[in-house]
Nanobody
Framework: QVQLVESGGGLVQAGGSLRLSCAAS????????MGWFRQAPGKERELVAA????????NYADSVKGRFTISRDSAKNTVYLQMNSLKPTDTAVYYC????????????WGRGTQVTVSS
């Protein structure tokens, strides 16, 4: 079992930055692939970024490449999403999720944190 709690959301002007954090509990945190998803009103949830268990392998949605950076600190059981050059289109609820390396389905989810970017 993995419990995930996001923090760091808020209201920011376009061009600004935010850093989201996801605190995980569970002794096997380091063996999970971690992802950040987002869901805007009226839209489907989308994968924004993911990071492998070793913290080296990452992938990003095209819409955030060059602006967002995902990282993990296994000693702190925490995953981060640094978001720079934010746009109004980044406005969404952001969710942290985890999946075992042996599956493609994310099994554990946080409750989400709201990010609002004003123009």
């Amino acid at each position: 079992q993995v419990q995930l709690v996001e923090s760091g959301g808020g209201l920011v002007q376009a061009g600004g930055s935010l850093r989201l954090s996801c605190a995980a509990s569970g002794r096997t945190f380091s063996s999970y692939v971690m992802g950040w998803f987002r869901q805007a009103p009226g839209k489907e949830r989308e994968l924004v970024a993911a990071i492998g268990w070793g913290g080296i392998s990452t992938n990003y949605a095209d819409s955030v490449k060059g602006r967002f950076t995902i990282s993990r600190d296994s000693a702190k059981n925490t995953v981060y999403l640094q978001m720079n050059s934010l746009k109004p289109t980044d406005t969404a609820v952001y969710y942290c999720a985890a999946r075992p390396t042996t599956t493609l389905r994310y099994e554990y989810w946080g409750r989400g944190t709201q990010v609002t970017v004003s123009s």
